[in-house]
């Protein structure tokens, strides 16, 4: 989780910022229409980054 965070506050490019916010939300147990919702990406979006970790 921390190599998650130093990522994300080394503002990184855009979609690695939503791949690295997705990957911490599924995490925090947020469900993936919620990550979805909030970062307004597809559910297979989600569902590829947290399978490919």
Excluded at 8 to 25: D, F, H, T, Y
């Amino acid at each position: 989780m921390e190599e998650l965070d130093e990522l994300i506050g080394s503002n990184p490019n855009p979609r690695e910022l939503k791949r690295a916010l997705a990957v911490q939300m599924v995490y925090q147990r947020y469900t993936y229409h919620e990550i979805r919702d909030v970062l307004k990406v597809s559910v297979g979006f989600i569902s590829k980054v947290t399978f490919n970790k």
